[in-house]
C-alpha cells in the first residue's frame, strides 16, 4: 500500500520559514518524480514544485519561483519543501504527490498518488 505523509504545516509569521516534508513507503520512490501542490478555500488546487526521479531537474510555480527550494532524499524516501518569504497567500493545504511517467509536472491528474495534506497558515 503506497502511503504518501506529510509533516511541518503550521502557523509562521509573513516573512518566515517553513519546511514541509513527505515521507513515502510502499512504493520504489528512486523511480518516482515527486511533487508539492497546494489548494486554498474556494480554489483549485495550484503547483507549488516538483522534483525529477534522479534530482537533477527542479521545477517551480510561477507563485513561488525564488522563494522556495524542493529536495530528495532517496536513502530516506523524502521529499522536502524549505519555503521562505512566505506571506499570507501562501496560506493553503499543501500536498504531496507521487508520479511514475510525468510529462507535464505541474498537471494534478499526472500524479498517481497523493497524501492527505499539511495546513500552512502564514498570518501575523
Known amino acids: 500500500q503506497v502511503q504518501l505523509v506529510e509533516s511541518g504545516g503550521g502557523l509562521v509569521q509573513p516573512g518566515g520559514s517553513l519546511t514541509l516534508s513527505c515521507a513515502a513507503s510502499g512504493l520504489p520512490f528512486n523511480t518516482y518524480a515527486m511533487g508539492w501542490f497546494r489548494q486554498a478555500p474556494g480554489k483549485e488546487r495550484e503547483f507549488v514544485a516538483a522534483?525529477?526521479?534522479?534530482?537533477?531537474?527542479?521545477y517551480y510555480g510561477h507563485s513561488v519561483k525564488g522563494r522556495h527550494t524542493i529536495s530528495r532524499d532517496d536513502a530516506k524516501n523524502t521529499v522536502t519543501l524549505r519555503m521562505n518569504s512566505l506571506e499570507p497567500e501562501d496560506t493553503a493545504v499543501y500536498y504531496c504527490?507521487?508520479?511514475?511517467?510525468?510529462?507535464?509536472?505541474?498537471?494534478?491528474?499526472?500524479?498517481?498518488?497523493w497524501g492527505q495534506g499539511t495546513q500552512v497558515t502564514v498570518s501575523s
Open positions: 504527490a507521487a508520479g511514475k511517467e510525468l510529462t507535464r509536472v505541474g498537471v494534478v491528474n499526472e500524479y498517481d498518488y
Open positions: 522534483i525529477s526521479r534522479t534530482g537533477a531537474s527542479k
